[in-house]
């Protein structure tokens, strides 16, 4: 598109009066692919011409008739409007030779020219369970994590573990009451998260076991030497299973830096706010006022010197900003924590930091399971590893039914399964919430990853088929792909790279996608139309190369939401 532009802006601009650059500016998306691809209005010659810009349009494809460029093949008037048709034969060789030379890099625009961006993703808090809660925050932050990275950043991944607060102090009171090491070592997580609950089963009816409770906190600030081997053995045991959940789903994060891992910065925080004289005093605590700028005040600081939430939200941004110069800061955080970084942001910008504008918090919804298809204990969490394995178990199922000579069907069912569960999240609007319906996300004629997964695999077959090797590029081949369900597909592969910086702009996955539905139903409409292996030798190469590109499409686009592109399924 890009060269059709500047081909038209050459041709146009002696005959306008105008710079090259200046027509590519006026050009215009025409409103249906049927008026051509690219349109000049006509209404800027009006004055100059002194004629109605219908005529204008009219006359200028008179003068330009004969004229061909190597991308565009005609100029037709419609009303106002001169519409440039793309030629299909040099603009699909030039695609689909693009596609060929960078390989898996297509679409890998360096933009970020190795700029570092913190993306602070996932997030779960420690001794409890690893719930459907956090998936969201997984998958999306993992993607733009991704995503980032193609665009030639340098994406930094941190887990801003909930591994702090008054919570450990009811924890180590509960283990010395009721603990059993032979239940923890069992299965840790589930184990102290019933403790959990059960400290404030008790706790109704015992309220000293709170003053217990906060004395233990209060020691584990100090840094009293049990209170710690608690609090780290607790921590441990949560990560290594929180760790087998990121491994099945690929996941590694350049740091764990939790909470906990700012609570030495907190003073120096503290006394930054009081020199800057944004802050106040209310009955002993430590407040920000943010009236002014319509938003609720922030307490720093208790009256006891405990600090809160967002005390360590602002060590962390502070630390982060130090430490990787970040070009952006990302905080892939629930939507209900809106006012939390509103807050955050600003008294960032209150403090100076000229930075403050680089960080994003970007929201999303919440994702329910349809019942049913879980078995849920009456008032358990639902864990996202149960999810996750349901999902594979569903999908083996599917596979065993659907392919049952299939040799390796576990990894065809774990890409399918993990696909299904990722893009029934990442293809809706993240801000929406989501009802996960188990048949829907399965279906693999629905809008699906299995939909997606199923045209690249059917794809490898026809390839293997046709026996494309990795030296047949051929120039006049690629050219022949003229017909319309070629030139469709032709031209939405042209665009992944548009949909990848436009996924990472609006920190949204769901551009890519959608887009990727795209793809494999443009794909299926030209497999039902074109024939690949019985046509002639020579269309037989191209269309082997268009369906070569369209896999390399699908795989790259897969790959960057953290999904799998199975060649066989
Ligand atoms: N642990 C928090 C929660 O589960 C999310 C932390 C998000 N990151 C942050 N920097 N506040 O709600």
């Given amino acids: 598109m890009q060269k059709l532009k500047e081909e038209v802006g050459r041709l146009l601009a002696p005959r306008v009066g105008m710079k090259p650059a200046e027509v590519i500016t006026l050009l215009e998306d025409p409103p249906d692919p049927s008026y051509g691809d690219l349109a000049f209005p006509c209404f800027v010659l009006a004055k100059t011409r002194r004629k109605a810009p219908p005529l204008i349009a009219q006359e200028l494809s008179e003068e330009m008739a004969d004229e061909r460029g190597l991308f565009w093949d005609k100029a037709v008037p419609k009303g106002p409007y001169l519409n440039f048709f793309l030629a299909p034969d040099a603009f699909g060789r030039e695609v689909l030779q693009d596609i060929w030379n960078s390989a898996d890099k297509y679409g890998h625009v360096n933009i970020g020219k190795g700029e570092n961006v913190t ?29 980032y ?4 950043y340098n994406s930094i991944g941190i887990n801003h573990l909930g591994d702090w607060g008054t919570q450990f102090g009811k924890l180590i009171v509960a283990f010395k009451r009721w603990g059993s090491e032979e239940e923890l070592k069992q299965d840790p997580v589930n184990y102290l998260y019933q403790l959990y609950v059960k400290f404030h089963r008790e706790v109704e009816e015992s309220p000293e076991l709170d003053d217990e409770a906060r004395s233990w906190f209060w020691k584990l600030e100090q840094g009293d030497g049990e209170a710690v081997e608690y609090w780290e053995r607790f921590r441990r045991l949560s990560l290594d299973n929180y760790e087998q959940i990121y491994d099945l789903l690929g996941i590694k994060f350049e740091y764990y830096h939790g909470e906990s891992h700012y609570n030495q910065m907190l003073e120096k925080v503290i006394e930054v706010v009081r020199e800057k004289g944004i802050a106040r005093e209310s009955e002993g605590a430590l407040m920000v006022d943010l009236e002014q700028y319509d938003l609720p005040s922030v307490m720093l600081q208790k009256k006891d010197g405990a600090t809160l939430y967002i005390t360590r939200d602002l ?26 970084f509103q807050q955050l942001f600003k008294v960032l910008e209150l403090l100076g930091f000229e930075w403050a504008k680089n960080c994003a918090h970007v929201p999303f919804g919440l994702i329910r399971f349809k019942e049913g298809r879980m078995s849920t204990r009456a008032g358990k969490i639902i864990l996202l590893e149960e999810v996750l394995n349901r999902s594979i178990d569903m999908a083996r199922e599917i596979i065993e039914e659907k392919n049952p000579d299939l040799p390796d069907k576990d990894s065809a069912a774990k890409a399918v399964g993990l696909g299904a569960v990722r893009f029934g999240d990442l293809s809706n609007d993240r801000i929406k919430n989501i009802e996960f319906d188990w048949d829907k996300a399965l279906d693999f004629s629905g809008e699906t990853a299995a939909y997606i997964q199923y045209a690249h695999a059917r794809i490898c077959s026809i390839l ?27 031209k939405t592969l042209a665009i992944l790279p548009d949909k990848i910086i436009a996924s990472a702009e609006s920190y949204k996955p769901s551009i890519l996608a959608r887009y990727l539905i795209d793809v494999a139903r443009e794909f299926n409409r030209f497999y039902h139309n074109c024939p690949v292996l019985s046509s002639e030798d020579e269309l037989k190469h191209g269309r082997l190369l268009l369906i ?6 699908i795989a790259n686009g897969l790959a960057l939401l953290g999904i799998e592109a199975p060649e066989e399924m």
Avoid: C, M
């Avoid at 060590?315 to 629930?334: H, K, Q």
């Fill in 119 to 147: 993306i602070d993703y996932s997030s779960p808090n420690i001794a409890k369970p690893f719930g459907v809660g956090h998936i969201r925050s997984t998958v999306i932050g993992h993607s733009l994590y991704l995503i």
């Fill in 149 to 152: 990275q193609a665009l030639g």
């Fill in 315 to 340: 060590a962390a941004a502070i630390y982060r900003f130090e430490t990787f110069n970040f070009a952006r800061s990302l905080y892939v955080v629930g939507a209900e924590q809106t006012l939390h």
């Fill in 464 to 490: 293997r088929k046709g026996g494309l090797d990795d030296t047949a590029w051929d120039d006049h081949a690629a050219s022949l792909l003229t017909r319309d369900e070629e030139t469709a597909l032709i």
């Fill in 548 to 553: 070569n590109a369209t896999r390399q499409v």
